[in-house]
């Protein structure tokens, strides 16, 4: 017998119309898209309002430490983008709502298709928002979909890498650099396996979706998780934060790598944003292009795998951290990458825990690098202070710290890329040399405390152009220059346990020269009430006067003022003679120490008592006996 092969007989494909149940499987998950990317739309514009909000509520001392650059452009930038994705959700929303209500009826019709038609419907409302909004840009990339793909992703890896390479030499926080550095090998690992599937319509929602998730994650969703937690608990829990050098030193950092360092840095964050809202459109737009599913496929396509910005070597050191221990005195460091030597960001030298008496030792750069930020010194003689040869070598340099030392003398100069400098408790008996001439350019906060020098030379004035934030404390100070409101730009003034019985008339007009000041304290000081700036009280100006002569308030001062404690009398002849009927006067417990000064992270002698509770904890750490 001869077996005949069976006859193929050739025509047109037949294909089995999608049923009911299939048409609302795909509607469900076009519902899930769409509000993932509405999702999206919002956090990114919420990411964006801080940042401008953060930016408009910085003064200047602040805008200056951390070195942000072009802070107009940048507030006028995130704001305009802000607006972007929160006009791009109302469009969506409202096009949908009303769309929904002029066809409420055929919602309601006993069709068949029904929920077909509420699919279509709903792909309808997403073309809409696609034509209606980047009709041209749509066609545009469209015709050039492929060369469009490709400056795409090149911008994208070129911004990210620059954002990476940022967070490893700038973060002192191990795992959000590493963290951040694993999201880019995640999605350079997994997205080509996206290309196996042989679905048209999901492989590109898919491909859509993921380009979405990591250009939102790394521009908004990564930096806004990893600063939030700090952020609130600085504004909900302990505004005292900002004195602590270890937080101050992270989040100083922190602030520094989200702001814009130079042009190159702007582009690629503006960059950054305009991927992600790009990203989103996509997405958006392949839902509407492809308001159906289709059971045609695809040829199975070999996925192209993206290079990783870094050689993998390298990129193993650093995600396992394989490089010399900082020393135990580094109490923040940070990780470039291709670098494997210790760079330590935050160095606490304490000569007495360490049992010696000359820090300069424990500056080698050998052991801590050449990327110091914040520099502690506490405890140490050095009566002629620190040598210059020994801080030279910190290029970044931000900030220097010399708390309880027997300095007598600084020859200087200091680094010129130092913003803060604060000396507590020296044996200083006038301004130092150092702070005389050759100031750092951008030198804007300068703390002095502890130390004697009854006058403030009227040429030193002019040197200290700059500064925005001037703490004179218990410096037997007895007279405040009266060219010091004209020449400088202040923000923040602390006068505080000095000998001054009255103040400059600028001080007690406000002049229009004081008008960015916010803060005055000058508690302590034998003031009467004919010298106090009230009118700096009345413009809504903190203004503190614990332990001076005050014994009457004007009575134009709002009383919010007081209960607020944005006026504050605390042990004046105007508290003790209404003290039971004053809820807003508060006992001081000790002389010298103020509400403001306990637990406040600076360690201050005159509330390192019992009765203070030893300066709530300031001074654990100076091992004061």
Same mark, same amino acid.
């Given at each position: 017998?001869?077996?005949?092969?069976?006859?193929?007989?050739?025509?047109?494909?037949?294909?089995?119309?999608?049923?009911?149940?299939?048409?609302?499987?795909?509607?469900?998950?076009?519902?899930?898209?769409?509000?993932?990317?509405?999702?999206?739309?919002?956090?990114?514009?919420?990411?964006?309002?801080?940042?401008?909000?953060?930016?408009?509520?910085?003064?200047?001392?602040?805008?200056?430490?951390?070195?942000?650059?072009?802070?107009?452009?940048?507030?006028?930038?995130?704001?305009?983008?802000?607006?972007?994705?929160?006009?791009?959700?109302?469009?969506?929303?409202?096009?949908?709502?009303?769309?929904?209500?002029?066809?409420?009826?055929?919602?309601?019709?006993?069709?068949?298709?029904?929920?077909?038609?509420?699919?279509?419907?709903?792909?309808?409302?997403?073309?809409?928002?696609?034509?209606?909004?980047?009709?041209?840009?749509?066609?545009?990339?469209?015709?050039?979909?492929?060369?469009?793909?490709?400056?795409?992703?090149?911008?994208?890896?070129?911004?990210?890498?620059?954002?990476?390479?940022?967070?490893?030499?700038?973060?002192?926080?191990?795992?959000?650099?590493?963290?951040?550095?694993?999201?880019?090998?995640?999605?350079?690992?997994?997205?080509?396996?996206?290309?196996?599937?042989?679905?048209?319509?999901?492989?590109?929602?898919?491909?859509?979706?993921?380009?979405?998730?990591?250009?939102?994650?790394?521009?908004?969703?990564?930096?806004?998780?990893?600063?939030?937690?700090?952020?609130?608990?600085?504004?909900?829990?302990?505004?005292?934060?900002?004195?602590?050098?270890?937080?101050?030193?992270?989040?100083?950092?922190?602030?520094?790598?989200?702001?814009?360092?130079?042009?190159?840095?702007?582009?690629?964050?503006?960059?950054?944003?305009?991927?992600?809202?790009?990203?989103?459109?996509?997405?958006?737009?392949?839902?509407?292009?492809?308001?159906?599913?289709?059971?045609?496929?695809? *040829?199975?396509?070999?996925? /192209?795998?993206?290079?990783?910005? %870094?050689?993998? !070597?390298?990129?193993? &050191? =650093? #995600?396992?951290?394989?490089?010399?221990?900082?020393?135990?005195?580094?109490?923040?460091?940070?990780?470039?990458?291709?670098?494997?030597?210790?760079?330590?960001?935050?160095?606490?030298?304490?000569?007495?825990?360490?049992?010696?008496?000359?820090?300069?030792?424990?500056?080698?750069?050998?052991?801590?690098?050449?990327?110091?930020?914040?520099?502690?010194?506490?405890?140490?003689?050095?009566?002629?202070?620190?040598?210059?040869?020994?801080?030279?070598?910190?290029?970044?340099?931000?900030?220097?710290?010399?708390?309880?030392?027997?300095?007598?003398?600084?020859?200087?100069?200091? *680094?010129?890329?130092?913003? /803060?400098?604060?000396?507590?408790? %020296?044996?200083? !008996?006038?301004?130092? &040399? =150092? #702070?005389?001439?050759?100031?750092?350019?951008?030198?804007?906060?300068?703390?002095?405390?502890?130390?004697?020098?009854?006058?403030?030379?009227?040429?030193?004035?002019?040197?200290?152009?700059?500064?925005?934030?001037?703490?004179?404390?218990?410096?037997?100070?007895?007279?405040?220059?009266?060219?010091?409101?004209?020449?400088?730009?202040?923000?923040?003034?602390?006068?505080?346990?000095?000998?001054?019985?009255?103040?400059?008339?600028?001080?007690?007009?406000?002049?229009?020269?004081?008008?960015?000041?916010?803060?005055?304290?000058?508690?302590?000081?034998?003031?009467?009430?004919?010298?106090?700036?009230?009118?700096?009280?009345?413009?809504?100006?903190?203004?503190?006067?614990?332990?001076?002569?005050?014994?009457?308030?004007?009575?134009?001062?709002?009383?919010?003022?007081?209960?607020?404690?944005?006026?504050?009398?605390?042990?004046?002849?105007?508290?003790?003679?209404?003290?039971?009927?004053?809820?807003?006067?508060?006992?001081?417990?000790?002389?010298?120490?103020?509400?403001?000064?306990?637990?406040?992270?600076?360690?201050?002698?005159?509330?390192?008592?019992?009765?203070?509770?030893?300066?709530?904890?300031?001074?654990?750490?100076?091992?004061?006996?």
């Amino acid at each position: 017998m001869r077996v005949v092969p069976a006859v193929t007989v050739s025509g047109p494909p037949t294909t089995s119309k999608p049923s009911l149940r299939h048409h609302h499987h795909h509607h469900h998950h076009h519902r899930i898209y769409v509000d993932m990317t509405l999702l999206m739309h919002f956090i990114a514009f919420v990411y964006l309002a801080i940042n401008v909000v953060a930016i408009s509520a910085a003064n200047g001392p602040d805008l200056a430490a951390v070195r942000a650059n072009y802070p107009t452009l940048t507030k006028l930038t995130y704001a305009s983008l802000a607006l972007l994705h929160l006009g791009t959700i109302a469009f969506i929303l409202c096009g949908s709502r009303c769309r929904w209500q002029r066809t409420r009826n055929d919602h309601r019709s006993s069709h068949p298709n029904a929920t077909g038609n509420n699919h279509r419907l709903h792909s309808r409302n997403l073309a809409s928002y696609s034509s209606a909004s980047f009709a041209r840009v749509a066609k545009h990339m469209q015709d050039y979909a492929d060369e469009f793909y490709v400056v795409f992703n090149v911008v994208e890896i070129a911004c990210q890498s620059h954002q990476a390479f940022a967070i490893f030499s700038t973060l002192p926080d191990a795992r959000m650099a590493i963290s951040y550095m694993a999201i880019v090998i995640c999605y350079c690992f997994a997205s080509p396996f996206v290309l196996y599937i042989r679905n048209a319509q999901t492989k590109t929602t898919l491909i859509n979706l993921s380009d979405s998730i990591f250009s939102f994650t790394l521009s908004c969703g990564h930096p806004m998780v990893g600063f939030a937690r700090s952020t609130l608990q600085y504004l909900l829990v302990n505004p005292n934060l900002a004195h602590d050098h270890t937080w101050a030193t992270k989040n100083a950092l922190m602030i520094r790598l989200l702001s814009v360092a130079n042009p190159f840095d702007y582009v690629c964050k503006l960059a950054m944003h305009i991927g992600t809202y790009i990203a989103f459109h996509r997405l958006m737009q392949s839902l509407a292009t492809h308001p159906q599913p289709t059971i045609q496929t695809c *040829p199975t396509v070999e996925p /192209n795998y993206k290079e990783t910005p %870094s050689s993998p !070597q390298p990129m193993a &050191h =650093a #995600l396992l951290g394989l490089r010399p221990h900082c020393p135990p005195r580094s109490i923040h460091d940070i990780r470039p990458l291709l670098d494997y030597t210790c760079q330590c960001a935050y160095l606490e030298v304490n000569c007495a825990t360490l049992h010696t008496s000359d820090p300069v030792s424990f500056l080698n750069v050998t052991e801590v690098g050449t990327h110091l930020f914040t520099l502690q010194i506490s405890r140490c003689s050095i009566p002629q202070g620190l040598p210059s040869s020994a801080l030279a070598p910190f290029t970044g340099l931000n900030k220097i710290c010399i708390l309880f030392s027997a300095m007598e003398a600084w020859d200087g100069p200091l *680094p010129p890329s130092v913003t /803060n400098i604060m000396v507590r408790f %020296s044996n200083l !008996q006038s301004i130092p &040399h =150092a #702070l005389q001439v050759n100031l750092p350019p951008k030198l804007v906060v300068l703390v002095l405390e502890g130390c004697i020098f009854d006058t403030i030379p009227p040429s030193i004035v002019s040197t200290w152009a700059s500064i925005q934030k001037l703490h004179l404390m218990n410096v037997s100070l007895s007279a405040i220059p009266p060219t010091l409101a004209s020449t400088l730009q202040l923000f923040d003034v602390d006068f505080r346990l000095n000998n001054l019985s009255g103040l400059p008339r600028d001080w007690i007009s406000d002049a229009a020269s004081l008008g960015n000041l916010k803060q005055v304290v000058l508690s302590g000081n034998p003031l009467r009430d004919s010298v106090v700036p009230w009118l700096l009280a009345l413009r809504g100006v903190a203004l503190d006067l614990t332990s001076t002569l005050v014994t009457t308030l004007p009575p134009t001062l709002p009383i919010k003022a007081m209960s607020k404690r944005m006026v504050v009398v605390d042990d004046t002849p105007s508290c003790m003679a209404n003290q039971t009927s004053r809820p807003d006067c508060k006992v001081v417990c000790a002389p010298g120490c103020f509400h403001f000064m306990r637990g406040d992270f600076f360690c201050d002698l005159a509330c390192f008592t019992r009765a203070c509770d030893y300066d709530g904890g300031d001074c654990d750490t100076m091992e004061l006996t």
